[in-house]
Structures are given as C-alpha cells and as structure tokens.
C-alpha cells in the first residue's frame, strides 16, 4: 500500500529565503522517503494566500481550498513551525484555524474528512518552548481527526539568547537526526495500520 505525506513549511518568510523550518522539513521526509512514503515539494505557507476563516472556501483569491485538497489526498502531515515568542508561527495558526471546518465536514462514511490520516510535527527556534509548541499543534490537529503517533514530535532550539540558527549547524545533531528518524518511522507505520484498518464508521 503506498503512502503519501506532504509537508507544511509555516515559517514567516516567503520565497525561497532560507528557513531552518524548510531544513528540518527535508531531513524528515527524507526519512519518509526511505520507508517507501512518497513525497512531493515542501509548501510554503507564507507564498499562499490563505484567507482569514473557518471555513472551506472563503471566497475570491482563497487559496486554501487547494492545499486543503493536497493536505486530505495525503497520508501522513508534517506540520513544520518555528517558535516565536514563546508560540507557534502565525501562519501554523492561520492553518489550524482554516482545519476547523474539518468538524463539519463527513467523508462517505460518515467518519470527520480527516480520520486515518496521521501528523507530526517539526519545531524549530533559538530558545525554548518546543514542548508548548508542540503541545498546542497535537490539540489542534487532534480535535480536527488527525491521529498523532508516539514520538510525533521532533525538535531543535539554540541556547537561550544566541543567534545560531538550525540552518547554521553542522553537522546537524545527532540527537535530533534520530528524532527526525523516529518520528518518520512512526509516522509510516501508523499511517500503514491506518490504511489497513481504519476507524470505524459512525
């Protein structure tokens, strides 16, 4: 049965400035891909116009009805984000927010659209506060019927006050390399059991 995951990079910076988000975005879905998840390119929230909203479709220029399409056509989430201020990004937010119409919304057999699909997430920054942030994403996606595997989150935050970015490590460190790793391979096998057996019908 063949897998697919897409990434969503909810980094504030739009084009192709870099991003230590779209860094540990890589390294994850490489891991994907060595367990037979197939992939597409890393969105970049930022470059889309997502409206204000809680619904589907909110109007004219919306672009969240595509990507919203992309996000149900996949097996497997990797929701990407820096820490600011202690928080998720603005724009992880904006995406949680447009996934709260996901609660009215039924697939054919009346389970929520997003049921079987699992998410994980990716949290970067230079101080602390990848618990919370993580926290926050896991409830959210939760609520809207992702299932979060063990190990769903993977990591990395700089020392408290200091300006070395993610994308300025080398080489990457060990212990988030086998994070990345686990929350892949969790990620795969939970997404296989899911597509296997799902939940059960209401």
């Known amino acids: ?23 540990m975005l890589t390294q994850v879905l490489d891991e994907l891909r060595s367990l037979d998840v197939e992939t597409g390119p890393i969105v970049r929230v930022a470059d889309l116009d997502i409206k204000p909203g809680v619904s589907s479709d909110e109007g004219d220029g919306d ?29 992880v937010k904006r995406v ?18 997003s049921y079987d699909k699992v998410a994980i997430a990716a ?3 230079n101080e602390d506060g990848a618990h919370h942030v993580s926290a926050e994403l896991f409830q959210a996606l939760n609520d809207v019927g992702f299932t979060i ?38 990620a795969a096998h939970l997404a296989r059991l899911l597509q296997g057996d799902g939940y059960p019908a209401t």
């Open 1 to 23: 049965m063949t897998l697919r995951a897409i990434a969503l990079n909810c980094t504030l910076k739009p084009g192709a400035a870099e991003s230590s988000t779209e860094l």
């Open 63 to 91: 672009e969240w009805p595509a990507l919203r399409r992309q996000i149900l056509d996949a097996d497997i989430l990797v929701l990407g984000t820096p820490i600011w201020l202690g928080q998720p990004s603005s724009v």
């Open 96 to 113: 949680l927010e447009r996934m709260d119409a996901f609660l009215g919304e039924e697939d054919d057999r009346g389970r929520m659209i």
């Open 123 to 125: 949290v970067v920054g």
């Open 149 to 186: 595997p063990a190990g769903g989150v993977t990591y990395w935050v700089g020392e408290a006050m200091h300006g070395i970015d993610y994308k300025d490590k080398e080489p990457t460190p060990e212990v988030t390399a086998a994070t990345n790793k686990t929350a892949a391979a969790n």
